[in-house]
């Protein structure tokens, strides 16, 4: 069974990554990114929790994905949307860089999409991810 408060930060994550998604679309508004910004870290808090979220940006490895991405959230608040969005994107890449192959992974079995995940071209892109961390013993782990 889910929990409300994993249910809440699910539905908040989408929407920090709509807004996000509407912050590009009309020429990086800042307002717009910044409030996608809090959306996504609160949702991403509520859905996994307080202290896992503490653990997952405190840890010494990510440092530089994690001064990146809170660097962007900072030039983002100062009105320096495009450079801050950059500078968020390095972040996210190397924070979550090890989750896209395992998210890879399993879009390959839905329905619609599934096929164009199993292309070799997609899948050699997606396995370029998280190389260096995302192994544990010789198998892919969540970066959470």
């Given at each position: 069974?889910?929990?409300?408060?994993?249910?809440i930060?699910?539905?908040?994550?989408?929407?920090?990554?709509?807004?996000?998604?509407?912050?590009?679309?009309?020429?990086?508004?800042?307002?717009?990114?910044?409030?996608?910004?809090?959306?996504?870290?609160?949702?991403?808090?509520?859905?996994?929790?307080?202290?896992?979220?503490?653990?997952f940006?405190?840890?010494k490895?990510?440092?530089?994905?994690?001064?990146?991405?809170?660097?962007?959230?900072?030039?983002?608040?100062?009105?320096?949307?495009l450079?801050?969005?950059?500078?968020?994107?390095?972040?996210?890449?190397?924070?979550?860089?090890?989750?896209?192959p395992?998210?890879?992974?399993?879009?390959?079995?839905?329905?619609?999409?599934?096929?164009?995940?199993?292309?070799?071209?997609?899948?050699?892109f997606?396995?370029?991810?998280?190389?260096?961390?995302?192994?544990v013993?010789?198998?892919?782990?969540?970066?959470?």
């Amino acid at each position: 069974m889910v929990s409300d408060n994993t249910k809440i930060g699910t539905g908040l994550l989408f929407l920090g990554c709509v807004f996000l998604f509407l912050g590009i679309i009309f020429l990086f508004d800042s307002a717009l990114l910044a409030l996608g910004d809090f959306l996504f870290l609160t949702g991403l808090t509520m859905t996994i929790g307080v202290s896992r979220t503490m653990r997952f940006f405190s840890r010494k490895d990510r440092i530089r994905g994690i001064v990146a991405f809170f660097g962007g959230i900072l030039l983002v608040l100062c009105k320096w949307g495009l450079v801050g969005m950059i500078l968020q994107l390095y972040g996210i890449v190397y924070l979550f860089g090890q989750f896209f192959p395992i998210a890879a992974q399993s879009l390959r079995d839905a329905p619609l999409i599934g096929s164009v995940f199993q292309r070799p071209s997609v899948e050699r892109f997606f396995s370029t991810f998280g190389t260096s961390s995302a192994k544990v013993g010789g198998q892919r782990v969540s970066p959470v």
